[in-house]
């Protein structure tokens, strides 16, 4: 029983280059979801997913896309990246109980 | 949008000392949890409390959740240095899972 993981464990993009953080949890919860955490900002919610094909809006959703075709996977999408997106990233899952977090991607845009 | 504000934002204290912190909101919220964050890792569960009014313990920690559903504090006591990281407190309304956060508390114990 992995928990929540997430790939991969660092990334360095440059300024408009695209990529995709997987996150993929093996307790078949029904939620999953992203935050950054940013110094002295604690953790922001970007989106999340309630189950399978359903996905909403978080706090600070601009310059990212998720999808849900599966229970299991909810990756993380950057089309564009900037660099106020550097940042460390976690994937955290819950059914009917607290979240559970992966251990983060950290992410920097130059 | 809605903010939990933490106190205090660091604390730099003695092995063995017992350890206070809080968290406040000016809205009402039915779920208050407690999670620590190590170097590098993700934020651990430590508490979840569901109750105003609700105290809880888990070993040398103590939480309790408000009586106004807007607060809740996290005592630590006879601190220890694995002790030392980031205390989160969270925030939902009932039948969402759209935790709040606050800013953190960064502890740090002197041996």
């Known amino acids: 029983n992995a928990g929540v993981t997430q790939t991969p464990k660092f990334q360095v993009l440059k300024t408009g280059q695209s990529m995709t953080l997987q996150c993929a949890q093996d307790?078949?919860?029904?939620?999953m979801s992203w935050y950054r955490q940013d110094p002295g900002m604690g953790l922001r919610l970007i989106h999340y997913?309630?189950?399978?094909?359903?996905?909403d809006q978080g706090e600070v959703p601009n310059g990212y896309n998720v999808s849900r075709s599966t229970t299991e996977d909810f990756p993380l999408r950057l089309l564009s990246a900037a660099p106020s997106q550097t940042s460390v990233y976690f994937c955290?899952?819950?059914?009917?109980?607290?979240?559970?977090f992966g251990n983060g991607t950290r992410l920097t845009v130059t | 949008g809605q903010q939990l504000n933490q106190s205090p934002q660091s604390m730099f204290i003695q092995e063995g000392e017992d350890v206070s912190m809080n968290c406040t909101s000016s809205?009402?919220?039915?779920?208050w949890l407690w999670y620590k964050q190590e170097p590098g890792e993700g934020p651990v569960l430590l508490i979840a409390?569901?109750?105003?009014?609700e105290l809880t313990s888990n070993g040398r920690l103590t939480a309790q959740f408000g009586i106004t559903r807007k607060d809740s504090f996290l005592n630590i006591s006879a601190s220890i240095p694995s002790d030392v990281g980031i205390y989160f407190c969270a925030v939902s309304t009932s039948g969402t899972y759209k935790y709040i956060f606050g800013t953190g508390t960064r502890l740090k114990v002197l041996a």
């Open positions: 955290a899952s819950g059914n009917n109980s607290p979240l559970h």
């Open positions: 997913s309630v189950g399978a094909g359903i996905t």
């Open positions: 409390l569901y109750k105003a009014g």
């Open positions: 809205s009402i919220f039915n779920t």
């Open positions: 307790m078949n919860h029904e939620y």
